[in-house]
């Protein structure tokens, strides 16, 4: 499953459209937007994840108040989400400004106000944040450990996500491609995951 996906089960189907209505974006754009940046963020984490950085992914899914933002589009585009979802993004990418010079590309692919892209972003992290901790919890992460990367963890992740025999570390790959929907910004992803 993908990144894209999972946004898409959000609130029974119309969480994109609850966050978009909560932020005065227009739908379709907010749609256009999450086309571009849901693979960013699932690239991010999956180079994260790839690099090494499991335990610290699995460090930014721990607190499972987090999965509120998956369920609620309000409290995504609140003020608490959105720096909750800045906070996600700087735990994948490790600081900020990769973030914000992705949203500013965004902005001008989609013809939309690079202001309200700012906002949507990180919104739109901290949905993905909660889904995320949805399909992992921290009774999970706790259950093993974040030292046992190589296979019970990577398994257990790969499993919780709906991974099937190529391992966990392939089937969480599998739900953080970033290609597989034929994103629009894959010149941009690589200076955003660099």
Known sequence: MSILRLLQQAQGGHGIDQLAE????????????TGM?????GSAA???????????????????????NFDDA???????????????LSALRGG???ADELASEA?????????????FLPALAAMVQGGLQRQVPDSSIDAMGTEDQGGGLMGL?????????????NALSRMLDADGDGSALDDVLGRFIR
């Not at 940046?37 to 963020?41: D, E, G, Q, R, S």
């Not at 309000?74 to 906070?87: H, I, K, T, V, W």
């Open 22 to 33: 909560q932020l005065g974006i227009d739908r379709d754009q907010a749609n256009q937007l």
């Open 37 to 41: 940046l849901a693979p960013a963020i």
């Open 46 to 68: 999956n180079r994260r994840v790839q690099s090494g950085g499991m335990a610290d992914l699995l460090g930014a899914l721990r607190g499972e108040a987090q999965a509120r």
């Open 74 to 88: 309000a409290l995504a585009a609140s003020e608490e989400g959105r720096e909750q979802g800045r906070d996600f």
């Open 96 to 98: 900020r400004d990769q």
């Open 107 to 119: 902005a001008t692919r989609a013809g939309v106000d690079s202001g309200t892209v700012q906002q």
């Open 157 to 169: 992740v790969g499993g919780l996500l709906g991974g099937g025999g190529g391992g966990g570390a």
